[in-house]
Each structure stands twice: as structure tokens, then as C-alpha cells.
């Protein structure tokens, strides 16, 4: 992201978020407060209606009582009665027509409001709930439509008679249901069954409408408010109970018409919002590019200055810190400039002793990237690769390659010897590889030196020609001699004397000496050569060391020394058996030249993990401590004993280690020596 746009996001995002979420927070505290008044209002509203239907009833109640008493006075006659009911309906606007009832339902005298005179007839009344409940006492009849207007039937017992009152709810109807709560609000009236008595909508009336706010009303739940209905159908209604009666009142408006001040409330709160945002973001935009326009201009200069261009000068024009940074940043490439040219030439001068030294010594040099891509190639190493045009930087060393065993090496970074010999023409490289690093450690590429050694393998190759040559030469003549020397000793039998016999094992010993001497000069002429291959085999290693006793036994009686094989079960390892015997043949040999008589050598094996550790230990004079790491070394010897060609132990080293062992010795001067090797078990051995 820019820099311009992160001065924009932040001072944007400083201003205007804290004045969103207070902003937020007022609207959702304004909010619940706008809806709770709401509420509030729809619960008043159910409330004093309920209150004043109670207050007409109890009024109703009170004139009732009245003209009850009225008609129970002894002295009035019937027509005294009669006036007394005429001048009430006249007074009172409520009561439609007062009426005598006989024990069996019928009206004998009935008295009609002025108003409702047209109506007056005689009817029979037992056959109405409201006449059967009286035979109890004073009896309130359902309300019921008669000439489009809502009445209701009174009926109270006088002696042997009844009287019946009637009453109309019209004017109280019409308070109800002419209301104003709201837009599209109404109130309703129910009864104790939940039977609507009055609604704004006639065909509603005398039928229940099962709601939640009519359930609340028939479970005597008292006042309350809810909301009800689906999201897109949602009502808001309060209900209130009219206690005296039964009764109860319902208001009922659309929720979205109710809550219409909290919607515009909302709106507008977010528009002012949304009004400030933009201004913010103006205002940060400007500041913003106040702000960023000299930091963009010093990043340009730097840029500049990364490519070499000491030319740029960074203006700033605000009088601030930034000002102070570019005036510094001015004098920092001033001093770069001065810099830069009093290196140039030391570094024209460097580049080109390293040019003379790199296309001047006598191996190839090349130089690439990781991917390959050449960095710098000395004429030796397109010599040697016969390359034979200039190549530029960059190109790709492989694409000029032939020999595909030389492309493997360089696409391998390995160190390797490669023969790009054809015909009669012979021609050896040997390739190292190295990785070029500064000193943070970075690697920049890959360095191979190049080197042709076809006349050093030449030379190898005639060395190991002459050493079995001439090993071969010399062990055939004392293989001749030591099968002579045993047959004149078998000839002469047992006219033989102890000085011949003595001559005898002098000549069988060093003829036998000088074979493993050749042996070990030919097995270390194949191990410099590498063409040393092990025939690895599994064997019992302690069968061969019992082999090993029998054959030294002999020898080792005649000097007066005892070899001894410690006990012990088989020990299965896989390798090169014949390998093996010769280091055994080398350590035993060794240890009979320095045990003196009556000496003891000792062979044994021993666990060691997952490896099997194979010793000789001889009662000699030990080795000195400064010639224990080096007695392994090629013509190493220990000095005050002269004895051996130094050869022996440096080709044992040689041929353990080609197995994965390891080989050392332990000793202490005058308390004899130990020579150990390591091999691993063989685990698929039973």
C-alpha cells in the first residue's frame, strides 16, 4: 500500500471511527428509548380505555340500583311506578326502554326512551339466557347489535316480578373505536371468552380472533405490551382488562408504522454519518498529501541514488522536521557523490587485478549463478571445455556443454573426476565446486575450478602397473623359496639339528613376513587407486579368529609366547572375509614382534550396540601415548622397537573404515598393547 493511501486510511480512520461509534451507540440508545415511549403510549391508551368503560359501568351500575329501589316502594302504584321509569329515560341518554316482566317472561308494562319510542312492543322474554340467570339475582346479558348499534340486557328480580333494563353502548362504542393512537392504529374490545364486542371492522365483530394479546387478555395477565407476527407482517398491540365487566382492551398498530419515528431517527443519524465521513475523507486526503508529497519526493531521490544518480536534489518547501530530513538527505548523497568517485578508479584498478589473476593461472575458473547463468569464465576453462567463442554474461554454461556427464556434475554441484576422452585422444578434468559467499554469509553463486589431471592418472596408472609388477615378481620367488625350505625340511627329517631347525623357521618367518608386506603394499596401491571392491559375505567372526590361532600357534610356541581366544558364542557379521583376515593377520603379527617370551596375546569380541568390537591384546612394552593417534599413519612406527614396515596398520585403518567400522588402539607403555575394530552386526543373522 502507498504511503499517501496509509495517511489517508489512518487520519480517516483516527477521526472518523470514535465519532461512528458514539455515533452508533446514540442511535441504539435513542433507539430503545423511542421504542419504549412508543410502548408506553399503546399501554396508556389500552389503560384509559379500560378506565373509562369501568367508570361507565360503575355509573350505569349506580342508575341501575336507583331505578331497582325505585320500583320497589310499596306506596307507588303502578302508574306513579311507570312515571318515575319515564322521567329516568328521559334524563338519561344510556337506557333504551325499561319493561315489567311476569314470572313467566312477559313484558306487561315497558317504558321507551323518547328517542327509541318507535321501537316499543311487548315481548316475551323467558326464553333468553339473561331471564334464566336472573331466577338467581340481578343478571348482566351479553352485548348484542339491534338497530345497528351495540345494547346490552339487564335483569334484576322486584318480589314475584323482574325487571328488565336496556342499555345501549354506542357512545361508548364510539369513544372506543374513534381513538387516535396512530397511523393505522386502532383498539378493540373483547370479552371474557374473547368474543370481539367492538372493532373498527364489522365482520370481526361477534367472532374470536386468536392472538397473543387476546390469550394475554383471557389469562388475566393484567397490562402489558408485546410484538407479534411475521418480520413482514409484525404488529404492535397493549392490552389492558376491564375489570368490572370481564372485559378487556386492545390496541393494534402496524410495527412499521409504530416505529416509523425510530426508522427516520435512524436514517437521518446515519446521513449525518455518512455526511461527516465524507467530509473526513476530504480533509485527510488534503493532509494526506501534504504530508506524503516531500516523504514521496526523498523516496524518489533514494531511488535515484540506489541507481547510481547522484544528481537528485530533494525540495521540500514545508517549513517542518521533513524539511530538516531532506535538507540531510540532500548532503548524505552530496557525500556519496564524493564517495563514489574516489572509489571508481580503486575499483577499475581491483577488477582488473582480479581479472589478470583469475585469466592468468593455469586451472579454469567458472563462475554462475544458482540457476546456472554464467558470471565469469576464464580462457583455461573454455580450453578445457572446448568453448571457442567469447561467451557474455548470463547465457546458460550447459547450452555450450556437449559431454552429458559433464552437465550432470555442474547441474549437481558435486566435486568429480570426468573422462571427455574419444578415440585415441584421452583427456581426464576433475571438477570442485564451491559456493561464493560475502561476509554476511549470503551465497551469490557457484565457483568450479577446473583442473585437467589426464597426465596424473597417466602416472597413477603406470604406478599401480609397476607395484603389481613388481609385487608380483617378488612374491613369486618367495613363494618358491618358503615351498623349498619346507621340503628340504621334510626331507632331511629327523636328521635335522636344532640349529638347522632354527634356520628353517628363520627363513619360513621372513619369507612369510615379506608376502604380507607385498600383500599390504598391493592392497594399499587398490585402495589409493579406489579400485578396491569388498566382497562382503556373512561369516562367523569368531570361527575366524579361532582360524587365525591355529595358523599363529605355531610361530608363537617357537618364540615362547601363548595366544589365547577368549570364550564366547558365534558372532555373525556381513563383509569382506578375506579383508578381514588381513587386518587380524597384520594385528596378531604385530603383536608376536612386540611380546616378549613368555608373553601372552589375547584375541577376543565383545558387544558394542549394534556393533561387534574385535581385539588383539598382547603383554608387549605399549606405545608410547604421543604415537597412539599416529601409529595408524603410513610408515608410522614405534620408534624404540624398529620393527615392522609402518604399512600394516595404515592398511588395516584403511579396510575397516571401507567396511563402516572404526579401528584405534589402547595402551600404556610397559603394560602392553590393544588393538580394536568395530564392525556391524549382521541383524538378519540368526
Do not use: C
Not at 380472533?209 to 407476527?229: N, S
Not at 540531510?328 to 564524493?338: A, D, H, P, Q
Amino acid at each position: 500500500m502507498k504511503l499517501l493511501y496509509k495517511f489517508i486510511l489512518v487520519i480517516t480512520a483516527v477521526s472518523v471511527l470514535p465519532l461512528a461509534f458514539l455515533g452508533v451507540r446514540m442511535i441504539e440508545a435513542n433507539r430503545s428509548a423511542l421504542e419504549e415511549n412508543i410502548q408506553n403510549t399503546h399501554i396508556i391508551t389500552a389503560a384509559n380505555l379500560a378506565d373509562r368503560i369501568d367508570s361507565f359501568m360503575e355509573s350505569l351500575t349506580e342508575k341501575l340500583l336507583f331505578l331497582i329501589n325505585s320500583q320497589s316502594v310499596e306506596y307507588l302504584d303502578y302508574r306513579g311506578k311507570q312515571a318515575l321509569v319515564q322521567s329516568f329515560l328521559s334524563s338519561s341518554k344510556h337506557f333504551v326502554a325499561v319493561s315489567l316482566v311476569n314470572r313467566y317472561g312477559d313484558e306487561f308494562i315497558k317504558t321507551y326512551h323518547p328517542d327509541y319510542s318507535s321501537e316499543a312492543v311487548i315481548e316475551n322474554i323467558s326464553e333468553t339466557e339473561v331471564f334464566r340467570q336472573a331466577a338467581d339475582g340481578p343478571a348482566v346479558g351479553s352485548v348484542y347489535r339491534s338497530e345497528g348499534e351495540p345494547r346490552m340486557d339487564i335483569v334484576s328480580p322486584i318480589g314475584h316480578e323482574y325487571i328488565m333494563i336496556r342499555v345501549t353502548l354506542a357512545r361508548i362504542w364510539e369513544e372506543l373505536l374513534n381513538i387516535d393512537i396512530g397511523r393505522d392504529a386502532f383498539a378493540f374490545l373483547v370479552d371474557s371468552s374473547g368474543r370481539v364486542l367492538a372493532h373498527p371492522d364489522p365482520s370481526v365483530e361477534d367472532s374470536g380472533l386468536e392472538i397473543p394479546p387476546v390469550e394475554a387478555v383471557l389469562a388475566r395477565a393484567g397490562t402489558g405490551v408485546m410484538e407479534f407476527g411475521d418480520p413482514e407482517r409484525k404488529t404492535v398491540s397493549a392490552y389492558a382488562p376491564v375489570a368490572s365487566m370481564g372485559w378487556g382492551v386492545v390496541t393494534s398498530q402496524p410495527h412499521r408504522l409504530a416505529y416509523s419515528s425510530v426508522y427516520r431517527m435512524r436514517e437521518n443519524a446515519y446521513r449525518l454519518i455518512f455526511s461527516v465521513f465524507l467530509v473526513a475523507v476530504i480533509l485527510s486526503v488534503l493532509l494526506a498529501r501534504g504530508l506524503s508529497r516531500p516523504v514521496l519526493s526523498i523516496i524518489k531521490g533514494a531511488e535515484a541514488v540506489s541507481s547510481g544518480d547522484f544528481s537528485q536534489e530533494v525540495r521540500v518547501k514545508s517549513r517542518d522536521e521533513l524539511r530538516d530530513l531532506a535538507g540531510t538527505f540532500n548532503e548524505m548523497v552530496r557525500s556519496l557523490k564524493r564517495y563514489d568517485e574516489m572509489q571508481i578508479e580503486k575499483i577499475i584498478s581491483e577488477r582488473a587485478k582480479t581479472k589478470a589473476i583469475v585469466f592468468s593461472i593455469d586451472d579454469g575458473i567458472l563462475l554462475t549463478d544458482h540457476e546456472g547463468r554464467l558470471m565469469l569464465i576464464n580462457s583455461r576453462a573454455r580450453e578445457l571445455l572446448d568453448i571457442r567463442e567469447e561467451l557474455p554474461e548470463g547465457v546458460f554454461i550447459n547450452d555450450f556443454i556437449e559431454s552429458q556427464e559433464l552437465k550432470r556434475v555442474f547441474n549437481g554441484f558435486m566435486d568429480s573426476e570426468v573422462s571427455l576422452s574419444s578415440g585415441s585422444t584421452r583427456k581426464v578434468l576433475k571438477v570442485n565446486s564451491e559456493d561464493i559467499k560475502i561476509s554476511s554469509g549470503k551465497k551469490l553463486g557457484r565457483m568450479r575450478v577446473i583442473r585437467d589431471i589426464t597426465l596424473e592418472k597417466e602416472i597413477e596408472e603406470m604406478k599401480e602397473r609397476f607395484i603389481q609388477s613388481v609385487t608380483h615378481d617378488l612374491k613369486n620367488p618367495l613363494s618358491a623359496v618358503k615351498g623349498i625350505s619346507s621340503v628340504l625340511e621334510e626331507m632331511r627329517g629327523g636328521n635335522i639339528s636344532e640349529q638347522e631347525k632354527k634356520y628353517f623357521r628363520v627363513l619360513q618367518s621372513e619369507t612369510s613376513r615379506l608376502m604380507g608386506m607385498i600383500d599390504d603394499i598391493l592392497t594399499l596401491a587398490k585402495i589409493e587407486s579406489g579400485n578396491m571392491k569388498l566382497e562382503n559375505k556373512k561369516f562367523d567372526l569368531r570361527e575366524l579368529l579361532s582360524e587365525m590361532r591355529e595358523i599363529f600357534s605355531v610361530m608363537a610356541a617357537s618364540e615362547g609366547i601363548k595366544i589365547k581366544l577368549d570364550p564366547g558364542g558365534p558372532v555373525k557379521v556381513k563383509a569382506d572375509r578375506e579383508l578381514i583376515r588381513r587386518v587380524l593377520v597384520n594385528l596378531i603379527g604385530n603383536a608376536l614382534r612386540h611380546t616378549p617370551e613368555n608373553g601372552r596375546i589375547t584375541l577376543f569380541t565383545r558387544p558394542a550396540g549394534d556393533r561387534v568390537e574385535t581385539g588383539v591384546s598382547d603383554t608387549g612394552e605399549g606405545i608410547p601415548r604421543e604415537m597412539i593417534e599416529r601409529i595408524f599413519e603410513r610408515f608410522q612406527r614405534v620408534e624404540y622397537s624398529g620393527k615392522g614396515s609402518g604399512i600394516g596398520l595404515h592398511v588395516s585403518k584403511e579396510i575397516i573404515e571401507a567396511h563402516g567400522g572404526d579401528i584405534w588402539a589402547e595402551s600404556e607403555p610397559g603394560r602392553g598393547a590393544e588393538f580394536i575394530f568395530s564392525l556391524p552386526v549382521d541383524k538378519g543373522a540368526v
